[in-house]
Every structure is written in C-alpha cells, then in structure tokens.
C-alpha cells in the first residue's frame, strides 16, 4: 500500500503590546525564591492535514489555554485511504478585528479568520454530513452527530475548537487536550502513525478596546532566519503525552501526564475497526510554567508524577522527561554555555561520554537552570505571534 500522510497544523497568536504573564520559578527544598520573570502570552488555533502524494488536506482551530477544553475533530476522504479523519464544531479560529472608533461608540468589524490572511494556511471548510462516533472506547458506546469531512473534491478543511476565541492566549503553564476522530475504510486493525512538530509565524498585531485582536503582515519563521531558534524553543517546551491522571477539573488532588510523546513521534493501533465507525484520539499537552515542574524536582505541580508511590507508567514518565531535557538541552535552555554538568553525571561508554540526569545537582543549581528555562520562554513570547502545529499521520 502507498505511503499516506496526515498533517495536523495549529496556529498561536500574541499580541506584541501584550500583558505578560509571569513564570513562576519552583522554590528549593530551602524555600528559596527568586524574581519571576515576565513572558508574552500567546493566542492558539490549529490546522491538520493529510496528504497524499501531492494531495493535501488541512484544518484550522482555536485552541484554548484551558486545560479541559478539546478539540473536536476533523475528516479526510481520500480514495485508496485505511482512513479519513473527522472534526466537528462551530469554532473556526482565531480573527482578526478591525476596531472603528472609540469608547462605547467603538464597533468592530465581524473579523477576517487569521487562516484566510495572506500568508496563512487558507484551508477550506469541509463537507458537513451525519457520523456515528465512539463515545466510549472501553465499552463501545456510540452515538452520532455532524462532522466536517474533506468529502468529495475537498481537499482541505477548517478544524473547529469548541474554546471561545476571546481567550487570552497561552503560556508557560498552559495546558489541555486535543481530539480528532479517525474514520476507519476497513475493518479489523488499523495501525496510524504520528509525527508532531510546530511552525512558528511573525506578525503585527494590536489589541483593540475589546480585548480582539488587529493582525497584519503574517510572515513564516523559515529556517535560516534571525528568530529560528525561539522556533525551536517553542518546539521544545510544549510537549505532547498519550495520556493524563488525576483530577483535572477541580482542586482535589493533583493531576499528571503520562507517556512522553518522544520527538514527537508516536503510533496509535485501533482495533476492531468499523467502517465509517469514527474512534477519537486524543493528545495531551503542556507547556511545563517552570524547569523544576518539567524535570519532576518542584515542590508541586510537577509535570509527572515523582513521588515514592508513583506506578511504573508515571516513573517511566518522569525518565523519559528528564532524558529529554538532557538530550535536548540547546532548544530548552538559551544560555551561554552548556549546563549540562549542572544538572547531569558523565560517563563515558565506548567512548562516548553519556549523561544521566541527577536531581540533586539539578535543585541545588536550580536558580541558574530556572533562569535559562525562563529566558528561553521570553524569546517565544517576544518573537512569535502565530504559530502553527503541524500533525503528520500516515
């Protein structure tokens, strides 16, 4: 069978007059504290797409900074497919609005979606049409609803978000989840793989009276450019899991992720597959407030979960998380220097030296490693005012 694709996109926004908002920084087991630093909020939307070949299809969506807020869904339907992908939902991203007037006179236009400026993706809305859907994958509960699908000649569609597009934007300790629906063409096993990976977008941008937005001159970060590498940081500080514990709706008890999506890559396998049954998937994320919370050594609100009673999932959670930081420590941390003996034994193994992550080291320089997350943070908010996530299934 040939080689087919799907790509997820989601696009941010900011304002670069924006409020910051601050990051926290963890306290030691001393309860030391130092000043938090301040970091530009960023408004979200998102594309998906499938190709194939040289076929295409997309999706744009708002994409909310709470973390009980998903998406709803998006369809592909492509001949010779093992799948379509389904979305559902009134929200169609983010705008821009153009304010005329002020005061209680002011009035605003009804905005131009930030998917159809130049520059931006310019996806299509999809055919609407009625899915029998999957409401409970442990018991196979189903009930049916409408979706968009690229159906017939689409090749491109709007993926909708159900979070209001007045949100103000998101940040370090941001954090939610994100459902699309897969639509099987065959029974039995369908095995799906996934590659994330975000763009990131410049642009003039002004907030009116009404807390929208006014966005212009939307323009790419490509490779090679001056801001690339807050490109990078971002790409590394909002990180994806297969699942979450805990209670995320209230105050009760802490809540964790699981599963490190690695590279952001992954391969989902669904099983006992319906035709035109749609499944959802669903994606966590989070954009860790602090280097403590990400490594796992805060006092609380620790990205998984550390403690002496944690399961084997959640200690395999918290290994992955701090092999990450190591492996990836130039597109986490911006500094000067390499501060990998800040927070990591060396050995060396068939002559390669190799690092393991020690936690003691890293609390006791946590004041340094806490500033480079933070100013790494900084750079994200200062240089880039959409950006799009990009979800590649094949």
């Known amino acids: 069978m040939e080689n087919n694709s799907f790509d997820v996109k989601k696009m941010l926004s900011a304002s670069a007059d924006e409020s910051a908002s601050l990051i926290a920084v963890d306290i030691v ?3 030391k504290k130092r000043q938090s630093k301040k970091t530009k909020l960023i408004k979200l939307g998102t594309a998906l797409f499938f190709s194939a070949m040289v076929l295409i299809f997309m999706t744009i969506a708002w994409f909310s900074m709470n973390r009980e807020t998903s998406t709803s869904g998006m369809g592909v339907k492509t001949a010779g497919m093992p799948f379509e992908l389904a979305v559902t939902g009134d929200n169609v991203g983010p705008k821009s609005y153009v304010q005329s007037g002020t005061g209680e006179t002011a009035t605003y236009d009804s905005g131009t979606e930030i998917n159809n400026m130049a520059g931006a993706v310019n996806v299509e809305d999809g055919t609407l049409g009625t899915y029998t859907y999957i409401t409970d994958i442990n018991s196979g509960t189903t009930s049916s609803g409408s979706f968009y699908s690229t159906g017939g000649s689409k090749e491109a569609i709007k993926w909708r978000l159900s979070s209001p597009e007045e949100s103000n934007g998101l940040g370090p300790n941001s954090s939610g989840k994100l459902t699309f629906y897969i639509v099987p063409k065959q029974t039995g096993t369908l095995k799906v793989k996934i590659k994330l990976e975000l763009e990131g977008y410049s642009a003039s941008v002004s907030r009116n009276e009404n807390n929208t937005f006014r966005a212009s001159n939307l323009s790419k970060i490509s490779s090679g450019d001056s801001h690339y590498q807050s490109v990078e940081y971002l790409n590394n500080h909002i990180l994806f899991f297969k699942d979450w514990t805990g209670d995320h709706e ?15 890559e992954y391969e989902i396998e669904i099983e006992n597959c319906v035709i035109d049954r749609l499944v959802p998937v669903t994606i966590y994320w989070i ?70 992550f020690n936690a003691s080291s890293a609390a006791t320089n946590l004041e340094d490693l806490s500033m480079a997350y933070n100013l790494a943070d900084q750079d994200i908010g200062t240089d880039i005012q959409y950006f799009l996530l990009t979800l590649t299934a094949e």
Do not use: F, H
């Open 287 to 356: 954009w860790p407030n602090t280097y403590a919370q990400l490594t796992c050594i805060a006092a609380s609100n620790n990205v998984a979960n550390s403690s002496s009673g944690a399961t084997t999932e959640d200690a395999s959670t918290v290994a992955s998380l701090r092999n990450y930081i190591i492996n990836n420590r130039a597109d986490i941390l911006k500094s000067d220097t390499d501060l990998i003996n800040l927070m990591a034994d060396s050995d060396v193994v068939e002559e390669e030296t190799v690092y393991s």
């Open 29 to 31: 087991a001393a309860e």
């Open 250 to 264: 209230g105050a009760l008890a802490p809540y964790y992720y699981r599963s490190l999506i690695e590279n952001g």
